[in-house]
């Protein structure tokens, strides 16, 4: 799959075997980007895609839930059928990821389902 080009700067994802493939549309639109505001299941999955780590600076990321809490890149795609519905339906149980941020210095920040440390990129 060398031909297929994920963009830095929106995210999309275009074929580079298509002559003057760079002046067209992309073959998607949030493809592979790090989105702080979670609002549909496409900002989910482009997140997802873009990985656990902050680019740039390597920075470790976890999701936040509408009723606050935290959850691993592990859990979210571990659970990611019942966080899928939750977003489309305006879940208010707690499964609705809303945000996706960098875990700064909480070294107590535990995923709010697994009971697993969420890592920090300075906490001790």
Known sequence: MNHLFNSDVDGSLY?????????LPPL?????WT???IKTTSDLKATLRAGAWA??????LYFIT???GALSFKTVREELPLILSAI????????RVV????????????DDHTGEPIQS???H
């Open 66 to 68: 509408n009723d606050g």
């Open 15 to 23: 074929d580079t075997r298509v002559s003057g493939w760079s002046a």
């Open 55 to 60: 680019w740039p600076g390597g920075y470790p």
């Open 99 to 110: 945000a996706c941020a960098v875990n700064w210095e909480d070294s107590d920040l535990l």
């Open 121 to 123: 990129a300075y906490g």
């Open 88 to 95: 489309q339906d305006n879940d208010s149980g707690g499964w």
């Open 35 to 37: 989105h702080g505001d």
């Open 28 to 32: 998607r639109e949030n493809y592979c």
